[in-house]
C-alpha cells in the first residue's frame, strides 16, 4: 500500500498533460492512463490524507472544510477539461479548446491554490516520506527558487509569455501537430497559472497588499482580453488545423476562431475583473481600519 501511495505522489503533478496517448475513438470521454490515472492518484491521496488528518485531530482542523470544497470543485473542473467530452471536442473546435484552457487558467488553479492540497496529500504518506518531503521543501535554494517563482511580477510576467508565445503560430500549429508539445502547451498554462494565482492569493502581494494583487490582476485581464480581441477581429483563420473541423458543427472555421477569441476576452475577463474587484473591496477595508502599529486613531465618536 505505501507503494502505490508513492507511485501516486509521484504522477499527481501530471494531469495537466492531457493530449496523447491512445482512446477509444467510440467513447466521448479521453480516458488516456496518463492523464487518468494522475488525476484518480491525486483525488485519492488528497481523501486519504485529509481523513487520515481529521482522525488524528477533528474534523475542519489542518485542513478547512472549505478547503476541502474547493479541491472538489477544482478537480471536478479539471477533469472536465481534461478528460471528459469537452476536450474531446477541443480536438475539433478553437472555442471548445480555448473554453478548455481558460477552465484549467482561471477557474481550477486559483480554486487548487485556494484548497492548498499539499498538505492534505503529504497526509496519506508514511511519516518519514512526509518529513523528506518537508526536509526538500526547506531548502535553501528551493526555498530560494520558490521565492523567487511566486514573486507577484515573476509570476505575472511567466503567465503572460506563456499565454503569448503559445498562440504564436508556428508553436501553437506545432502543438496541434504533435501531442508532446501540446502536453508541454497545457503543462505551461495551469503550472503558470497555479504560479500567477498562488502570488496573489498566498504569496508577497497579500502580504504588501490586496491592491498589489488587484494591480496584477487588471493587467493579466488586460493583455489577455487585448489576445482575445486579436482572434475575434482577424479576417482570416490564424490556426487553420485548428477549426477544420467546425463546419461539422454548422460553423466556419472563421468564426469559430472568433467564438474562441470572445471566450477569452469575456468570459475569462469577467472572472479577473470579479477577482480584481474582490481583492480591491478587501483593499480599501483593511486600509479604513486604523493601524495601530503606525499610529493610527479611530475616528472620534460624534
Known amino acids: 500500500m505505501r507503494r502505490v501511495l508513492i507511485l501516486t505522489a509521484v504522477l499527481a503533478p501530471l494531469p495537466a498533460l492531457a493530449h496523447g496517448g491512445s482512446h477509444d475513438p467510440a467513447s466521448p470521454w479521453s480516458l488516456e492512463a496518463w492523464v487518468a490515472a494522475p488525476l484518480l492518484a491525486s483525488a485519492a491521496l488528497y481523501t486519504c490524507g485529509v481523513i487520515r488528518l481529521w482522525r488524528k ?4 482542523r489542518g485542513v478547512r472544510g ?10 471536478i473542473l479539471l477533469a472536465i477539461a481534461l478528460v471528459s467530452p469537452m476536450h474531446e471536442l477541443g480536438e475539433r473546435l478553437f472555442a471548445a479548446h480555448m473554453l478548455e484552457h481558460e477552465i484549467l487558467m482561471t477557474v481550477a488553479a486559483p480554486l487548487l491554490v485556494i484548497a492548498r492540497p499539499v498538505g492534505g496529500m503529504l497526509w496519506a504518506l508514511p511519516p518519514a516520506l512526509r518529513r523528506s518531503i518537508g526536509g526538500i521543501s526547506r531548502h535553501k535554494g528551493v526555498a530560494r527558487l520558490w521565492r523567487v517563482l511566486i514573486d507577484p511580477l515573476v509570476a505575472t510576467v511567466l503567465h503572460g509569455a506563456a499565454v503569448w508565445i503559445w498562440h504564436i503560430p508556428v508553436l501553437f500549429n506545432a502543438a496541434l501537430a504533435n501531442p508532446a508539445i501540446h502536453g508541454l502547451q497545457h503543462v505551461s498554462f495551469f503550472g503558470t497559472a497555479l504560479l500567477f494565482w498562488w502570488s496573489l492569493l498566498r504569496g508577497r502581494a497579500r502580504v504588501r497588499g490586496y491592491g498589489v494583487a488587484a494591480l496584477y490582476l487588471f493587467l493579466t485581464a488586460l493583455h489577455s482580453g487585448f489576445l ?23 460553423l466556419m472555421p ?35 481600519i486604523p493601524s495601530l502599529s503606525g499610529g493610527g486613531h479611530a475616528p472620534l465618536p460624534r
Not at 66 to 75: N, T
Not at 263 to 275: E, K, L, S
Open 66 to 75: 472549505w478547503q476541502a470544497v474547493s479541491f472538489a470543485c477544482g478537480w
Open 228 to 250: 482575445g480581441i486579436l482572434l475575434s477581429i482577424a479576417r482570416a483563420p490564424i490556426y487553420p488545423g485548428q477549426s477544420a473541423a467546425a463546419p461539422q458543427w454548422g
Open 254 to 288: 472563421l468564426e469559430d476562431q472568433q467564438l474562441a477569441g470572445l471566450i477569452m476576452w469575456v468570459p475569462a475577463g469577467v472572472v479577473y475583473a470579479a477577482a480584481t474587484l474582490v481583492m480591491l473591496g478587501i483593499w480599501i477595508r483593511q486600509s479604513s
Open 57 to 60: 485531530l477533528q474534523p475542519g
